[in-house]
């Protein structure tokens, strides 16, 4: 089974630094995918950045940007020039990849942050 | 697009009760999920359906019954409710097995 596990519970960072939320995850599979999901105060789930596993490129979205470590099966997520707006909970979630795969995903506990002005 | 749609937004239950929690896409998504989020943790899935007229178990199915007769409709239903499924729910979509699309939720206490 799959697992995804996110260590930081709460972080805070300032307006306009920059910041990394970690992510690990346990999987036998070869093929899958990883995203972060944002949810602000409005319990809204947002797609934030999504990484295959086959590409070794690190995805980016303008600040955005994940650095990921296949062999180490880690998945961190940089914030860069962080907003106000910013201020969420983020989850990292695991999907398999390949013709049996049913598009379920599995989340992490979460890490919260507040981006303080 | 309204995409995804969540009714009700709250809802308060007794212990024993009984409902539906409304989920529809206008997307025409042959995938669609039904996720719940009990407080400061990740989402969990409970049913998710392939396409009309198939669905299966997720996590956490126990208390709960789907069905899903229109590519449109996924309704949830909680027989008997529990203290225990005090949580906000989550309904998704998704064309292929990839991006999801959410609702907004729908926040459900039984007392």
């Known amino acids: 089974a799959q697992t995804v596990t996110q260590s930081q519970p709460e972080m805070s960072v300032q307006e306009a630094e920059t910041v990394t939320l970690s992510c690990t995850y346990d999987?036998?599979?070869?093929?899958?995918?990883l995203f972060w999901y944002k949810q602000p105060p409005s319990r809204q789930m947002i797609l934030v950045i999504r990484?295959?596993?086959?590409?070794?490129q690190n995805a980016t979205e303008n600040r955005f940007s994940v650095n990921f470590q296949k062999a180490a099966k880690s998945f961190s997520l940089k914030i860069s020039d962080s907003q106000l707006g910013d201020t969420a909970m983020y989850f990292c979630?695991?999907?398999?990849?390949?013709?049996?795969?049913?598009?379920?995903?599995?989340f992490g506990q979460g890490t919260t942050l507040q981006v303080k002005p | 697009n309204a995409g995804v749609t969540q009714t009700p937004k709250f809802r308060i239950l007794k212990i024993g009760q009984s409902m539906t929690l409304q989920c529809a896409q206008d997307?025409?998504?042959?995938?669609m999920y039904w996720y719940r989020q009990d407080p400061g943790m990740g989402l969990k899935l409970i049913y998710y359906?392939?396409?009309?007229?198939?669905?299966d178990k997720g996590e956490v199915p126990n208390g709960y019954n789907v069905s899903r007769s229109t590519t449109e409709d996924f309704p949830l239903r909680l027989e008997l409710a529990a203290p225990s499924q005090t949580s906000v729910y989550f309904c998704?979509?998704?064309?292929?097995?990839?991006?999801?699309?959410f609702g907004p939720g729908t926040r459900l206490l039984v007392l």
């Open positions: 998704a979509s998704s064309y292929t097995r990839g991006v999801k699309y």
């Open positions: 999987t036998s599979e070869s093929n899958y995918y």
């Open positions: 990484q295959e596993a086959y590409k070794q």
């Open positions: 979630a695991f999907m398999k990849g390949g013709s049996s795969n049913t598009g379920k995903l599995i």
């Open positions: 997307m025409n998504h042959n995938y």
């Open positions: 359906s392939v396409g009309a007229g198939i669905t």
